[in-house]
């Protein structure tokens, strides 16, 4: 009987401690403040993104957003420097991880889904994904703008941000792919590169990947508007082109700052 009573007086504890964890928010240190958005899907998977935007004494200001796309096999924390590089310049910037990557590779019941496991029917609801993510986010916060936004995808992410930006009603004022392909896991984009309308493009690769740089001609065919291609020379591909070549976030940086105008920071 004693064992039991002592049982339940632990799980109380806990539970109590729990909630106070869950209700308490630490202040955010720094210049930037971060949010998790979530949303659950049609078919129970949970997809989550860290949106991240600039401390700001003028509480109404609302930022030009920037989402992010990770590569196959990786996660939004790997954009380095990326995310706080382009969030100080004055931007809203959402890290989305992709399904079945990262914080994203549960269900409702908690079970795990990694994407090495994925079928290509599986892949082809990226694009849905990141659109019911950019959906809640505009429904949890005034923060992030989608009037004004950019998508910047690597390899897969590259494929799903054509999609997404042919799928919104409101198209993107720039795409930036890093080592797009006409076709992966079923992400098909050739189609989807006509219907842009005038959104430009910038797009990088590894100018020693000659796969790569020949599919990026060949998407060429199919855009309606500007279309720069600027090869980096590396041994990485996808998001990965960032890594430690600062050249590639210049690039990144002056391309999203000549579409879109971040807002200013009052300090």
Same mark, same amino acid.
């Given at each position: ?13 806990? /539970? =109590?401690? !729990? ?10 240190? *720094?210049?930037? &403040? ?19 935007? +600039?401390?700001?004494?003028? &509480?109404?200001? %609302? ?6 796309? %990770?590569?196959? *096999?990786? /996660? #939004? ?19 989305? $991880?992709?399904? !079945?990557? !990262?914080?994203?590779?549960?269900? #409702?019941?908690? &079970?795990? %889904? ?7 029917? =599986? ?24 009037? %004004?936004?950019?998508?910047? *995808?690597? $390899?897969? *992410? ?9 799928? =919104? ?16 896991? !079923? ?10 309308? #005038?959104?430009?493009?910038?797009? =990088? ?6 796969? /790569? ?33 600062? $050249? ?10 000549? &579409?879109?105008? +971040? ?5």
């Amino acid at each position: 009987m004693f064992k039991k009573a002592f049982i339940v007086f632990l799980v109380l504890i806990f /539970t =109590m401690t !729990g909630a106070f964890a869950a209700g308490s928010k630490k202040k955010s240190k *720094g210049p930037l &403040k971060t949010k998790i958005i979530e949303v659950q899907t049609k078919d129970n998977f949970l997809i989550r993104a860290t949106l991240t935007y +600039p401390k700001n004494k003028n &509480k109404k200001a %609302h930022y030009p957003t920037i989402v992010l796309l %990770h590569s196959l *096999g990786y /996660t #939004s924390g790997q954009w380095e420097n990326l995310t706080p590089t382009l969030a100080k310049q004055g931007y809203a910037v959402l890290a989305v $991880d992709l399904r !079945g990557h !990262g914080i994203s590779n549960k269900d #409702s019941k908690f &079970k795990i %889904h990694s994407w090495e496991y994925f079928r290509n029917k =599986m892949f082809e609801k990226y694009p849905d994904d990141v659109i019911a993510i950019i959906k809640q986010t505009q429904k949890t916060t005034k923060k992030a703008e989608f009037n %004004h936004y950019a998508i910047i *995808g690597g $390899d897969i *992410g590259a494929n799903t941000a054509v999609l997404v930006a042919q799928k =919104m009603p409101v198209k993107p004022k720039a795409l930036i792919l890093l080592s797009p392909s006409r076709t992966i896991k !079923g992400l098909y984009i050739p189609i989807a590169m006509t219907e842009l309308g #005038s959104t430009p493009i910038l797009v =990088m690769s590894s100018s020693k990947d000659r796969i /790569t740089t020949n599919e990026e001609i060949i998407l060429k065919r199919f855009s309606q508007a500007e279309y720069l291609i600027k090869n980096v020379n590396t041994n990485r591909t996808g998001m990965m082109l960032i890594r430690n070549n600062p $050249d590639v976030m210049k690039s990144i940086s002056w391309f999203i700052n000549q &579409k879109m105008k +971040p807002i200013k920071i009052i300090k």
